[in-house]
């Protein structure tokens, strides 16, 4: 399959009460949990995530976009 020979990198997550937020595709800084961003909008920096009981953890995932940054109005 495709998604076999795709390059993964190490990245932090966060898991709060059995949901996983994972960094945004281009924003350093920012999590987004399930829906983003279709049917859920919201973003989370690590300290509001953790400030909540969240606990980092580490996964492998596809490497991030490089371009096309979307700005702090657009989010």
Known sequence: MLHDTVDRTENYAYQLKAV???PHYRNDGFF???GY???NKSVYTPDLLLAAGATRITL???SRGKTGIVNQAKI
């Open 37 to 39: 961003p279709t049917h």
């Open 32 to 34: 987004v949990g399930p």
């Open 20 to 22: 996983t937020y994972l």
């Open 60 to 62: 492998m995932l596809w």
